[in-house]
């Protein structure tokens, strides 16, 4: 169902589940309500560190949980056997989700039972799992970004406990859902809070560098004394290099289990950087601006281009000022778009945003909406640009070399400048259709990790246990997973990759 207007959305795709909900979002307004904003940890800070704050960077009362797996740490180095024994675990809570959820099929979703790998510490703690509703034994439910993906579920009606989450994201949630203040809890960036009611638990709030105000959550649990189990939830993420040294996550800190978005983890998917994508979508559009199209009868003196970005009711920002920035212009955005823009605490983006889309060269409009037909006619209500660019900006539109093997080594991820990826005009093909004055280009801008960047982050940073929880719906996708997480641990083990030497270059 959807949380904005209620319509039932379980005949429809997942996709256009998302579409249906962000459409919603961007034709929805009000006020913000106030703010409850929480208190830092009276715990003395850990021993490593910490950084600086970051900028952008109904009921089911019959509900079962799956049992989580067990991330206890152990200062004992591991066995074989023990590894198999923890192996067949995994393989078991996968093989008893995948059934539950072929039994559940039908079923409203908070009448489901909640997948192990959104549940922490055995219970108290679930991450995005508001479609379940009041999930047995959670005392704390963390949200990791405001994408309706993470969101589902969590509407004006909430009152199954307390919600935690960035202060973006806290904005949005009472602005956009009309969830009741007292639900909703902000949490600080990069320092520690005590989870009430779920003793010895501490969470740190980490830039996941994804949409604004996405959150990593660096949970630490200290039980009676013992060795802290350190676990960290990526939501949706892109790593960076700010992951890998970051003072609590790069080595020698442990970190026991790590619940990894892995939206790309295939070979295939070593797209280029997002600054190098802005970069020639910005040479693109400095040199198309330039240019009159031949095809007008009236040439103007000077031509004046017409820029669409397909957005998400809160993502793609960075491009829109990418693009902005090279034209020196304005962005557009509808009035029913702009509270939730506003709502992002972007000096930067809120500086270049305007209602009148006559002064804006930069447009941001639905993703779904943007193809080569729509374009002419978008063109023809906006009589004072003389030809029009679609960018569709998504890193499943990413097509490798032909030179990259597909089953490469990771060496040769790490260090192969073929691996490098970068972006470039002469790349760019508009999609079919495209005309003089109006063409498509579906880019590789993504705000998850590329294969590259997972692969990385992974070889570089002392972790336990992996917990994939992207694709994991086969048992063919997590096997392709689970390959390429051992991969890593192997390499771990050589501690042969450290971030900024030669060829391990972001």
């Given at each position: 169902?959807?949380?904005?207007?209620?319509?039932?959305?379980?005949?429809?795709?997942?996709?256009?589940?998302?579409?249906?909900?962000?459409?919603?979002?961007?034709?929805?307004?009000?006020?913000?309500?106030?703010?409850?904003?929480?208190?830092?940890?009276?715990?003395?800070?850990?021993?490593?560190?910490?950084?600086?704050?970051?900028?952008?960077?109904?009921?089911?009362?019959?509900?079962?949980?799956?049992?989580?797996?067990?991330?206890?740490?152990?200062?004992?180095?591991?066995?074989?056997?023990?590894?198999?024994?923890?192996?067949?675990?995994?393989?078991?809570?996968?093989?008893?989700?995948?059934?539950?959820?072929?039994?559940?099929?039908?079923?409203?979703?908070?009448?489901?039972?909640?997948?192990?790998?959104?549940?922490?510490?055995?219970?108290?703690?679930?991450?995005?799992?508001?479609?379940?509703?009041?999930?047995?034994?959670?005392?704390?439910?963390?949200?990791?970004?405001?994408?309706?993906?993470?969101?589902?579920?969590?509407?004006?009606?909430?009152?199954?406990?307390?919600?935690?989450?960035?202060?973006?994201?806290?904005?949005?949630?009472?602005?956009?859902?009309?969830?009741?203040?007292?639900?909703?809890?902000?949490?600080?960036?990069?320092?520690?809070?005590?989870?009430?009611?779920?003793?010895?638990?501490?969470?740190?709030?980490?830039?996941?560098?994804?949409?604004?105000?996405?959150?990593?959550?660096?949970?630490?649990?200290?039980?009676?004394?013992?060795?802290?189990?350190?676990?960290?939830?990526?939501?949706?993420?892109?790593?960076?290099?700010?992951?890998?040294?970051?003072?609590?996550?790069?080595?020698?800190?442990?970190?026991?289990?790590?619940?990894?978005?892995?939206?790309?983890?295939?070979?295939?998917?070593?797209?280029?950087?997002?600054?190098?994508?802005?970069?020639?979508?910005?040479?693109?559009?400095?040199?198309?601006?330039?240019?009159?199209?031949?095809?007008?009868?009236?040439?103007?003196?000077?031509?004046?281009?017409?820029?669409?970005?397909?957005?998400?009711?809160?993502?793609?920002?960075?491009?829109c000022l990418g693009l902005a920035q090279s034209l020196n212009t304005l962005i557009y955005a509808p009035a029913s778009k702009l509270p939730t823009l506003h709502a992002l605490n972007l000096p930067s983006l809120t500086a270049l945003l305007t209602p009148d889309p006559a002064l804006a060269q930069v447009h941001m409009i639905p993703l779904q909406q943007l193809d080569t037909p729509s374009l002419s006619e978008y063109l023809s209500r906006h009589p004072t640009f003389t030809h029009i660019v679609g960018f569709r900006p998504?890193?499943?539109?990413?097509?490798?070399?032909?030179?990259?093997?597909?089953?490469?080594?990771?060496?040769?991820?790490?260090?192969?400048?073929?691996?490098?990826?970068?972006?470039?005009?002469?790349?760019?093909?508009?999609?079919?259709?495209?005309?003089?004055?109006?063409?498509?280009?579906?880019?590789?801008?993504?705000?998850?990790?590329?294969?590259?960047?997972?692969?990385?982050?992974?070889?570089?940073?002392?972790?336990?246990?992996?917990?994939?929880?992207?694709?994991?719906?086969?048992?063919?996708?997590?096997?392709?997973?689970?390959?390429?997480?051992?991969?890593?641990?192997?390499?771990?083990?050589?501690?042969?990759?450290?971030?900024?030497?030669?060829?391990?270059?972001?």
């Amino acid at each position: 169902m959807c949380p904005i207007c209620g319509v039932e959305l379980s005949n429809l795709s997942p996709a256009d589940r998302n579409a249906h909900v962000n459409g919603c979002l961007d034709t929805e307004t009000s006020t913000l309500p106030p703010a409850t904003v929480l208190v830092p940890s009276t715990a003395p800070p850990p021993t490593q560190g910490s950084s600086g704050k970051s900028g952008w960077f109904t009921k089911s009362p019959g509900l079962k949980t799956n049992t989580p797996l067990d991330s206890t740490p152990s200062s004992k180095p591991v066995s074989a056997f023990a590894k198999l024994m923890s192996t067949n675990a995994e393989a078991q809570a996968w093989a008893s989700t995948a059934k539950e959820q072929a039994e559940q099929h039908g079923m409203r979703a908070s009448e489901r039972t909640c997948p192990f790998y959104k549940i922490l510490f055995n219970g108290p703690i679930t991450v995005d799992a508001f479609r379940y509703g009041a999930v047995p034994g959670c005392k704390a439910y963390f949200l990791s970004h405001f994408h309706s993906d993470h969101y589902v579920g969590l509407t004006s009606k909430w009152d199954h406990g307390p919600i935690y989450c960035s202060p973006v994201t806290a904005n949005l949630v009472r602005l956009r859902l009309k969830v009741d203040p007292k639900w909703v809890h902000e949490l600080p960036w990069e320092d520690w809070f005590d989870i009430p009611d779920a003793p010895g638990i501490r969470v740190n709030g980490i830039d996941a560098n994804h949409c604004p105000g996405s959150m990593l959550f660096l949970f630490e649990k200290n039980s009676n004394g013992k060795k802290t189990t350190r676990v960290l939830h990526c939501g949706d993420f892109r790593a960076c290099p700010e992951h890998l040294t970051h003072p609590l996550l790069r080595p020698p800190n442990k970190i026991d289990t790590i619940y990894l978005d892995t939206t790309y983890l295939n070979p295939k998917y070593a797209f280029p950087s997002q600054s190098s994508v802005i970069t020639a979508c910005g040479d693109l559009c400095t040199k198309l601006n330039s240019t009159s199209p031949s095809s007008l009868t009236n040439r103007p003196s000077k031509p004046r281009l017409l820029i669409l970005v397909g957005t998400y009711s809160i993502g793609k920002e960075r491009i829109c000022l990418g693009l902005a920035q090279s034209l020196n212009t304005l962005i557009y955005a509808p009035a029913s778009k702009l509270p939730t823009l506003h709502a992002l605490n972007l000096p930067s983006l809120t500086a270049l945003l305007t209602p009148d889309p006559a002064l804006a060269q930069v447009h941001m409009i639905p993703l779904q909406q943007l193809d080569t037909p729509s374009l002419s006619e978008y063109l023809s209500r906006h009589p004072t640009f003389t030809h029009i660019v679609g960018f569709r900006p998504s890193g499943w539109s990413y097509k490798p070399p032909t030179s990259r093997a597909k089953e490469p080594r990771v060496e040769d991820v790490l260090w192969g400048r073929e691996w490098r990826s970068r972006y470039s005009v002469e790349e760019m093909v508009p999609v079919k259709g495209a005309t003089e004055r109006a063409r498509v280009y579906a880019v590789p801008y993504s705000e998850h990790s590329s294969f590259r960047e997972l692969t990385m982050l992974m070889c570089g940073l002392e972790v336990g246990k992996v917990v994939p929880t992207v694709n994991v719906g086969s048992e063919k996708s997590r096997s392709a997973m689970r390959r390429w997480i051992e991969k890593w641990e192997r390499q771990r083990g050589r501690k042969m990759f450290v971030v900024g030497e030669d060829g391990g270059v972001w």
